[in-house]
């Protein structure tokens, strides 16, 4: 089967954001498979067309399903990329697990991945444990994850390809097309950037944090819908209540037509859960200690992250034993409660205008609430960030953990910080300030303080507000995703295009 060679480059980036997602470690345990090498999944036949890519001892193949779905088949068509007559094209993730820890890790990823449910959120199509004969006579356990195919590449690639294009156009270009072209090149970043955080707004309500939010876990694909865009599209006017916000306000409910969501609330503000509703860890204990995690992932990760999205939504209750509400208090928490859907849904049509963005990598994910209590437990919860989230985009406070605090969600808007600022400057704000001075990149983390290069003069102020908003070093005094949505959202609103 011949791809196009454009279609080829895009997968080869999905293929090595794939491998990349699960690097358990370095060696071969034989994990080469041959194109036109068959596998069953759940029902389904697929066959390999080629290797995409490899992590460690994960490797993701391109593949065609041979045979129709079941009847409980999941998300619509993946783009036509394959020959006509040809079966869906898949992404399949093979993960070789050579111990327990292995195991576990990508289990992990599978369980996480069935729990989310959203547009922005890459779709576990089909996943299984599988018990494998190795060559010396011993077993191993291959896990396989199945997942849609995103032809765009990843967000870091496609920053840089933009990037690439936008200096070859501006040569001899007037001052004024170079200015318009930047903004309408923003207002594609912000879009794709809004997708991102919806999905992390998606997780944290599930008292989930990602926890890896990086460009290389952000795959995109054109819009599945560019047509519907065309012909519903209304031109954006600012969106503002009472003018335009002074450059580094944020006020945490954007413009009319819909009230945006109110879940800013902090996980850490709600002290105890609702009653009857306390997460218990594995043995047996309410709240969340960090070494739990180590002896018991997923009966401890269950028992909080239900408790944890319990207390989000529960945050803007009354404090102080309220009474029930009554019929009419619940129809007006019911008819807001839809306003809020409403709006998120009429944004994220909009954001989707020309790209559909989602987050991948779960095997990061963690409780959104982890309560540290010792220092034990603060270089468990340490250590665990060294291992599972990325340096240049890791949240101060899980670089050195405190012998008692909370961890909350917003490490994530952390990572979401140098997420915005590597789609507006093309490299990690953190790892640009270690280079200029020659220093340490945890130091550079720790101190907070952003550098920006000079062709960022050109860029609004409320979008360098945003990002330094993002990046505070204090988590207590952070926004909340939803708070960043708002934000985010009115600066496109703003742009002139």
């Known amino acids: 089967m011949t791809l196009p060679e454009s279609l080829q480059e895009s997968l080869n980036h999905l293929g090595q954001s794939l491998g990349q997602s699960l690097g358990l470690g370095a060696g071969d345990l034989g994990g080469g498979t041959v194109a036109g090498q068959e596998y069953e999944l759940q029902g389904r036949r697929l066959r390999v067309i080629r290797q995409l890519g490899e992590g460690g001892y994960s490797f993701v193949y391109l593949v065609r399903q041979l045979q129709p779905e079941s009847a409980h ?15 869906r094209l898949f992404a399949l993730k093979r993960v070789l697990c050579g111990s327990e820890e292995q195991l576990r890790e990508a289990e992990h990823e599978v369980r996480v991945m069935r729990r989310l449910q959203h547009p922005c959120l890459l779709t576990l199509e089909a996943a299984s444990t599988q018990l494998q004969r190795t060559p010396d006579g011993g ?11 995103y032809d765009g590449g990843n967000l870091f690639d496609f920053v840089q390809q933009m990037r690439a294009a936008h200096e070859a156009a501006e040569r001899g270009q007037p001052a004024a097309g170079r200015q318009a072209a930047r903004l309408g090149e923003l207002a594609v970043l912000l879009r794709l950037f809004l997708q991102v955080c919806a999905a992390l707004h998606a997780m944290h ?12 876990n952000v795959l995109l694909r054109a819009s599945q819908h560019r047509e519907q865009h ?46 009857g509703q306390a997460g218990l860890c594995a043995d047996g204990e309410q709240g969340w200690a960090a ?7 997923d009966a401890a990760g269950r028992g909080v992250a239900a408790a944890a999205a319990a207390a989000y939504t529960a945050a803007a209750a009354p404090a102080g034993g309220a009474a029930e509400p009554d019929g009419q208090q619940r129809q007006q928490q019911q008819q807001q409660q ?37 220092r034990a437990e603060a270089m468990a919860a340490q250590e665990d960030a060294e291992r599972q989230c990325t340096a240049p985009y890791r949240a101060p406070e899980l670089w050195d953990v405190a012998s008692s605090c909370t961890l909350d969600e917003r490490v994530d808007v952390w990572s979401l910080g140098c997420l915005l600022y590597f789609c507006l400057c093309g490299e990690s704000p953190f790892e640009r300030v270690a280079g200029e001075a020659g220093g340490s990149l945890m130091l550079a983390v720790v101190n907070g303080r952003l550098s920006w290069p000079a062709e960022a003069a050109a860029l609004p102020e409320s ?35």
């Open 463 to 497: 979008v360098r507000a945003l990002v330094g908003r993002c990046l505070d070093t204090d988590p207590s005094t952070r926004p909340h995703v939803s708070e960043v949505v708002a934000a985010a959202d009115r600066v496109l609103g703003s742009l002139k295009l």
């Open 205 to 216: 309500r599930q008292g989930l944090a990602h926890r890896d939010v990086k460009p290389q």
């Open 139 to 149: 077993s191993r356990h291959v896990v396989l994850m199945l997942f849609p195919v």
């Open 230 to 275: 065309q012909e519903h599209q209304v031109p954006q006017q600012p969106r503002a209540s009472g003018g335009r916000a002074a450059a580094g306000q944020f006020d945490p409910m954007p413009p009319l037509p819909l009230a945006a969501p109110d879940e800013d609330q902090s996980l850490q503000r709600q002290e105890q859960p609702p009653d």
């Open 73 to 87: 088949g999941s998300a619509p068509l993946a783009a036509a990329a394959a020959a006509p007559g040809a079966g």
């Open 291 to 297: 070494e739990s995690w180590q002896r018991d992932s």
């Open 338 to 374: 839809q306003q809020k859907e409403a709006w998120w849904a009429e944004r994220l049509h909009s954001w989707q205008m020309e790209h559909e963005v989602v987050l991948m990598d779960f095997g990061s994910t963690r409780p959104a609430l982890v309560e540290v209590r010792n």
